[in-house]
Each structure stands twice: as C-alpha cells, then as structure tokens.
C-alpha cells in the first residue's frame, strides 16, 4: 500500500507563492499519473493539476500560469509550485497517484491565502 505525505501548506499572503510536496512511500510504476486536487469550504473537491509519466500536464483553467506541476522519479515525489496566490486558492490540497490501475490520496495539506 502506497502512502503519499505532504507538505508546505501554510498562510500566505495574496499575490505569495508556496510550494506543495507529495513524497511517495515506496518506488512508483515506470507508467503513472500525479494529480493534485483541492477542496474549499463548502465546494467539492476540484482537479487543480495532473502530470503523467511522459510528462503531459494539464492544469485547470482557473490556475493556469500561475501554478505548475513537477516531478521527480528518484525521489518518488510530486510538487506544486503556487505563485501570485489568490484568496480564491484558499482550500485544503490533497495529492493523488494513479498507478497500476489503483488511486492513492494523501492526507491534505491546508493552503490559506489572506491578507
């Protein structure tokens, strides 16, 4: 059983950056998808970004310039890089790993931006 631990969720100010990491347990598939998600008070949980193993990224419009995806195979670790935060980023963010046909979660990472 994979386990995904995340970090660097905090309070930022709008307009700051952060940057989010989701270290996996155990070695990954050579064939996978990082995806991270997130859930605002209230909203359901949204798709914010996803990376596949060939490197495709796709980013949910709302994000698009201002975060990206990453990551890195000999640390079995994903990232987001956030920057020109908005109030509106203000939600818990959970990162997800699909690989051999089964999805893993992390815990959740809180991202609050305000002034």
């Known amino acids: 059983q994979v386990q995904l631990v995340e970090s660097g969720g905090g309070l930022v100010q709008p307009g700051g950056s952060l940057r989010l990491s989701c270290a996996a347990s155990?070695?990954?598939?050579?064939?996978?998808?990082w995806g991270w998600y997130r859930q605002a008070p209230g909203k359901q949980r949204e798709l914010v970004a996803t990376?596949?193993?060939?490197?495709?990224?796709y980013y949910t419009d709302s994000v698009k310039g201002r975060f990206t995806i990453s990551r890195d195979n000999a640390k079995n670790t994903a990232y987001l890089q956030m920057n020109s935060l908005k109030p509106d980023d203000t939600a818990v963010y959970y990162c997800n790993l699909a690989v051999l046909l089964k999805a893993y979660w992390g815990e959740g990472t809180l991202v609050t931006v305000s002034s």
């Open positions: 990376i596949t193993s060939g490197g495709h990224t």
């Open positions: 155990e070695s990954i598939s050579s064939i996978y998808a």
